[in-house]
């Protein structure tokens, strides 16, 4: 899809230090069990229940809880930073200007509706004036350039046989539906979002003043166009395949095979000096070059109008937002738009997140958070190696080639040790959509500017304020933002139990990202390169074959499956992550204990804090385009899946045959 645009008490615990530790010792929400559900019928119920049976959702949300729905409050705290230095005096130039500014820009709506869609009439414009494909793609390459993206994905990344030097890829794209899928599929669901989404095209058109039969067969020309196009996409599953997303192309050899498409001029309008790039889905790119010549060029122009409004929308005038709303609400369920403040904050985090960052950091963060985890990290990867150490379906070579991988991770912790430089970006206070632009173009010369160039290990690829964590195959790095480092998953003041079983779980499920079915792929130095012998491999693809096949055995809205193979490479994770969590638990002075807290074992306080970090409501319009769309289980299955195949769970909880969830030693699913 197209888009330009009760938790926050612990992290002032972090200052607490040990003294609070007697005053918020449990950290079990007893109250929020449900003593009614047998933990063995379903753990993430036990819980979670009496919580989930209670909890509103607001109703400008798509949901509540942990996770990505923890940056709700998270976002509550950037507001507070918000709200301070955009009325402050700030020195011109320095970060808190920039961030400033740019917030009161975007705050200022009596401006931005007094304006309506005169920030895009020039764009608007230019279409109009396009009369040949030379022209046509003459507009494409330089809209890409100002962050208005249509048919062409491009951008610059790690060489996946070369990792330490970045290259130019091109990717599918061009649809404004979530995936593929969405154009094709006929049942009542799907038909209800095709028919939303063609009448929100209607009413940008009609927002710009065509009249409604106009604005109509402008939004079916555009529609037609997105349908040819996903026609000649990948699934997103078909996208997990690494080898098969990777295809380094000389330009000479593309310029013959998609002669309509002209690359040499295209990729200088690009600003690309380059004399190959990755065509990551080349029938995409042959589909496209083909339609270059099928489709008309008033078509051609109606789909580039209707990229640019939905690019925009949101930083255009109300009504525009509106639009943009009425549509969205259908894939999230939400019953009211979120206010300005949470929108200004979201986009702020967006376009100059780690200035934000910065400031955030420099209230929020306590720095003794950093070496806590660390130790977390380094007691991990003593688990997992001794784990891999014990497999009995991975050869000694392989096993070797796998410790060595492991002990290679970068880790990165709380935030960046060299932040990215704003100096020159110029922002208004008084012109947020031009903001808007500058802000764009100016990320875009920043990826530009690696072309070619050996890959920087020391960058970040998220903000240190968001609640999230990754593993980057390419540069073999585990991540974990300041943001994520608070309760549920991280808390100074917790005991052991509480600690592994949240950021510990995170820790081990982000370094089995480095062997799921994907980073398997790639080698210590971030090449993709085979590092298995033939039949370890064989084995492994056996064992993540019945791992999808469980997964998709598990349904969700009564009869909507999730989708195995999509979810594949991060139930892996979350498997193994536990896997890995506990045992490094067990190598802890509470792990070894049998001291109960609050009535729980040391054991039962682990798997609890697991099922804790995963306490998500969502509206069922949100979940059901997440479980199409997202890799990601839904939040109940991320804890009902793994733990109904790690044995010191049936222990701790005295799981037996006739529970709902158990699974004889023989079904369950082990990898790592």
């Not at 009504?319 to 929108?343: C, H, M, T, W, Y």
């Amino acid at each position: 899809m197209r888009k330009l645009f009760t938790l926050c008490l612990s992290v002032a615990l972090f200052s607490a230090g040990q003294n609070a530790f007697a005053q918020h010792r449990s950290f079990v929400d007893v109250n929020g069990l449900d003593p009614a559900t047998k933990p063995g019928d379903n753990f993430f119920r036990y819980v979670n229940g009496r919580w989930y049976d209670t909890v509103k959702i607001d109703n400008d949300q798509a949901g509540v809880g942990s996770y990505s729905f923890l940056n709700i409050p998270q976002k509550r705290l950037l507001q507070n930073i918000l709200d301070s230095v955009s009325k402050a005096k700030n020195t011109a130039g320095s970060i808190e200007q920039k961030v400033g500014d740019f917030y009161a820009s975007g705050m200022d709506m009596a401006t931005i509706n007094r304006r309506g869609y005169e920030p895009v009439k020039p764009i608007l414009a230019r279409i109009d004036a396009i009369n040949s494909l030379p022209t046509l793609l003459k507009f494409i390459a330089e809209e890409t350039v100002t962050g208005n993206r249509s048919v062409i994905s491009f951008g610059i990344s790690p060489d996946n046989k070369n990792s330490s030097i970045n290259i130019a890829h091109v990717y599918q794209g061009g649809i404004g539906l979530p995936e593929k899928g969405y154009y094709f599929k006929t049942d009542s669901a799907t038909l209800h979002v095709q028919r939303a989404y063609k009448a929100y095209l209607t009413t940008l058109f009609q927002l710009t003043g065509s009249t409604r039969a106009a604005a109509m067969k402008n939004a079916d020309a555009a529609y037609s166009i997105e349908k040819q196009l996903a026609n000649g996409s990948k699934t997103n599953v078909e996208l997990r395949d690494v080898n098969a997303n990777f295809n380094k192309m000389a330009v000479a050899s593309i310029t013959k095979t998609q002669p309509n498409i002209g690359w040499p001029a295209l990729l200088a309008r690009l600003g690309a000096t380059t004399d190959s790039i990755d065509m990551a889905q080349p029938a995409y790119y042959d589909k496209f070059n083909t339609m270059l010549r099928s489709v008309s060029i008033n078509n051609w122009k109606a789909y580039l109008k209707a990229s640019t409004l939905q690019n925009y929308a949101d930083g255009l005038s109300q009504p525009f937002i509106n639009a943009s709303f009425a549509f969205n609400k259908v894939l999230s369920g939400e019953d009211k738009q979120k206010s300005r403040r949470q929108v200004m904050t979201a986009i702020v985090d967006g376009q100059l997140g780690q200035a934000l960052g910065q400031l955030y950091v420099k209230r929020y963060f306590n720095e003794d958070a950093k070496k806590r985890v660390l130790a977390l990290v380094n007691n991990l990867q003593k688990a997992f190696e001794n784990r891999i150490n014990q497999l009995d379906w991975m050869s000694d070579s392989t096993k070797k080639k796998a410790i060595e991988k492991l002990y290679t991770f970068t880790k990165k912790i709380g935030y960046p040790d060299k932040w990215r430089d704003y100096d020159k970006v110029q922002i208004s206070r008084t012109k947020f959509f031009e903001n808007v632009q500058s802000l764009n173009k100016n990320s875009y010369r920043y990826e530009l500017a690696k072309l070619n160039k050996p890959v920087d290990k020391t960058e970040w690829g998220t903000t240190p304020s968001t609640v999230t964590a990754y593993y980057n195959p390419p540069v073999n790095e585990i991540v974990f933002p300041a943001g994520i480092l608070q309760y549920p998953y991280f808390d100074f003041t917790a005991d052991d139990a509480i600690n592994y079983g949240g950021i510990g779980m995170v820790i081990g499920h982000e370094m089995t990202h480095a062997f799921d079915d994907q980073g398997a792929q790639y080698d210590k130095d971030g090449n993709v390169k085979n590092w298995w012998t033939k039949e370890d491999l064989k084995k492994f693809k056996e064992k993540t074959t019945q791992l999808s096949n469980l997964y998709s055995s598990f349904t969700v809205l009564d009869t909507v499956h999730v989708k195995g193979p999509l979810t594949l490479g991060e139930n892996t994770a979350d498997n193994g992550g536990v896997a890995i969590a506990y045992d490094a638990f067990k190598m802890t002075e509470q792990g070894k204990s049998n001291e109960k807290i609050d009535g729980f074992t040391p054991d039962q306080r682990f798997f609890l804090s697991i099922a804790r970090i995963w306490r998500v409501k969502t509206r069922d319009a949100f979940l059901r385009t997440y479980v199409n769309t997202n890799p990601h289980s839904p939040a109940m299955w991320r804890v009902n899946g793994p733990l109904m195949n790690f044995a010191p769970f049936y222990k701790a909880f005295d799981i037996k045959p006739g529970d709902k969830n158990y699974k004889a030693e023989n079904e369950r699913v082990r990898i790592w």
